[in-house]
């Protein structure tokens, strides 16, 4: 009996890995390097590749052969698949022991809680306080400056210049969630930024007694270890918020 492919399917695990391999490399992705991981020939993924290209999941640098992901790629990454991502208990124990810790003023839970995410995520934190409109805590900028998109000078003074624009910040983390939302993920040109186009934003919320107190983000390359962020996001809020009832 022949084998029955759902190339449908087998499209999304290419496009999952290819997006995997570029995050952890930050190299384009050749087709030869995907093969190995399907057992399908290159003339296959080449093909695949192609399709993906058409369809703007996936870009090529005119100096290289190799495939990247775009703005389009993560999103679809993103919202497709990662499903059903969970922080492992001794991540979540890391979590508490860094922000758990007794604090009398707000201030000062909201400016240690900027540092832990940056000690935790390796990207540029950010905490905001809706009632302090011209409020906002942040740590780790050299960080993101370490990564490979942004050895160029000019990028790199671009993105400093938005990061110390406190205003523009708050404007963009402070955006309604919707009902229920617990995380927002804003990719490249979704950040409507020009100085932020190979970034992306994660950002979540607090509260105290149910009730939105502020935001929390962390800015860093499109190329992001989402799987890994996403839910430290998720958990720090949980955890700020329970911090924060008991003020």
Same mark, same amino acid.
């Given at each position: 009996?022949?084998?029955?492919?759902?190339?449908?399917?087998?499209?999304? %695990?290419?496009?999952?890995?290819?997006?995997?391999?570029?995050?952890?490399?930050?190299?384009?992705?050749?087709? @030869?390097?995907?093969?190995?991981?399907?057992?399908?020939?290159?003339?296959?993924?080449?093909?695949?590749?192609?399709?993906?290209?058409?369809? +703007?999941?996936?870009?090529?640098?005119?100096?290289? %052969?190799?495939?990247?992901?775009?703005?389009?790629?993560?999103?679809?990454?993103?919202?497709?698949?990662?499903?059903?991502?969970?922080?492992?208990?001794? !991540?979540?124990?890391?979590?508490?022991?860094?922000? +758990?810790?007794?604090?009398?003023?707000?201030?000062?839970?909201?400016?240690?809680?900027?540092?832990?995410?940056?000690?935790?995520?390796?990207?540029?934190?950010?905490?905001?306080?809706?009632?302090?409109?011209?409020?906002?805590?942040?740590?780790?900028?050299?960080?993101?400056?370490?990564?490979?998109?942004?050895?160029?000078?000019?990028?790199?003074?671009?993105?400093?210049?938005?990061? @110390?624009?406190?205003?523009?910040?708050?404007?963009?983390?402070?955006?309604?969630?919707?009902?229920? @939302?617990?995380?927002?993920?804003?990719?490249?040109?979704?950040? !409507?930024?020009?100085?932020?186009?190979?970034?992306?934003?994660?950002?979540?919320?607090?509260?105290?007694?149910?009730?939105?107190? +502020?935001?929390?983000?962390?800015?860093?390359?499109?190329?992001?270890?989402?799987?890994?962020?996403?839910?430290?996001?998720?958990?720090?809020?949980?955890?700020?918020?329970?911090?924060?009832?008991?003020?």
């Amino acid at each position: 009996m022949a084998r029955v492919v759902d190339s449908e399917a087998r499209k999304r %695990a290419i496009l999952a890995a290819t997006i995997n391999s570029y995050i952890k490399d930050a190299e384009p992705i050749s087709s @030869e390097d995907i093969a190995e991981k399907f057992d399908l020939s290159s003339a296959t993924i080449r093909s695949i590749f192609a399709d993906l290209e058409n369809n +703007g999941y996936l870009t090529h640098p005119h100096t290289s %052969a190799g495939r990247v992901p775009t703005g389009k790629g993560y999103r679809y990454y993103v919202d497709f698949l990662l499903s059903q991502i969970e922080l492992l208990a001794d !991540e979540k124990q890391r979590i508490i022991k860094e922000i +758990g810790r007794r604090i009398d003023r707000l201030e000062d839970a909201l400016e240690h809680t900027s540092e832990a995410i940056s000690a935790i995520t390796h990207y540029t934190s950010m905490v905001s306080f809706l009632e302090w409109q011209d409020k906002l805590f942040y740590k780790g900028i050299s960080l993101v400056l370490e990564e490979p998109e942004f050895r160029d000078s000019t990028r790199i003074r671009l993105l400093v210049k938005m990061i @110390e624009d406190k205003q523009k910040l708050l404007k963009i983390i402070n955006r309604d969630f919707k009902e229920k @939302e617990k995380v927002r993920v804003y990719i490249g040109d979704e950040l !409507e930024c020009d100085e932020m186009k190979n970034c992306a934003l994660i950002v979540s919320h607090y509260t105290v007694h149910k009730q939105p107190l +502020g935001r929390i983000a962390v800015l860093g390359p499109a190329r992001m270890k989402y799987d890994h962020i996403i839910p430290t996001m998720e958990y720090v809020s949980q955890v700020l918020s329970d911090i924060l009832d008991d003020f």
